[in-house]
């Protein structure tokens, strides 16, 4: 029987998960059909009737991403404690009367981070970019012993309700402005960048190339390039790097294993995914 899984968002035809799925459905003998669907309209009355189509389509399960994460919530009948606590969802199973949710972007950041620098803390942190992925993260901070969180975003607001959220979770947050970034970037043991600036659609880097160094690690959850600038200016810097590739594989491993119920060995998976998609960097090793 055919397993089909699909992933709602917008912009997301270069999209790796459908390789990453369907080769995890080989690899542990489920035949996945995994699709991209794009609905018309940001708004929750399109999400519903995407939800609505695709059970009537036979989808059992979803992804989902930018932009309607937290939009996803309003639909969900059963979220677990990673949905509660980060306010969004982007793994979700579609039943005939339910629907359960979970956040595999905060487990997946988590283990990501894990498999690069073990059990060391996360400490004082930099974040730029309150939205989307940036709440897991947020979130995922908090359970990596992470001291305190700076957090900046182009939305004031975005990034008070943010604070306001981790603080309610007692962890020790403050939302800066940009002209505060220099000073706390400098004072920091990671950095942290959540927003798309270094896509191959928006390049760039979001932090000045002359505010790295000093600081113990980075992580930059674009992964489109996997080498993005900040991962750069980071290596050039002496940082210790989790990338945006980290946190798709391991959020990735996550969502399957919610859709299907199935162990997965993270080491033969990475393995067979980066040699058959032929995967590299010039940064990291990717073993």
Known sequence: MTIKIGLIGHA???SQSPALHEMLGEIYG???KYDLIEPEHNTLECFQETVDRMRSEGYVATNVTFPFKQLATHVVTNGDQAVEMVGSTNTMRIGQESIDAT????????KGYQSRRGDRPAGDVLMLGAGGVGRAVAFGLTKLNAKKIYVYDL???GAESLVEALVAVGADAEAILADEIPTIAKQVDGLVNC??????????NPLDPSLFGGQKWAFDAVYVPLDTEFLKASHAAGLDLVSGFDLFFYQGIDA?????????DPSEARTRFVEKFKVSSDLLDLA
């Open 30 to 32: 489920f035949d996945v």
């Open 155 to 157: 939305s004031a607001a």
């Open 12 to 14: 997301i035809s270069q």
């Open 103 to 110: 956040n595999t972007d905060f487990s997946g950041f988590v």
């Open 256 to 264: 399957f294993q919610f859709f299907v119920n199935s162990k997965v």
């Open 195 to 204: 927003t798309p600036i270094g896509h191959l659609k928006s390049p760039g």
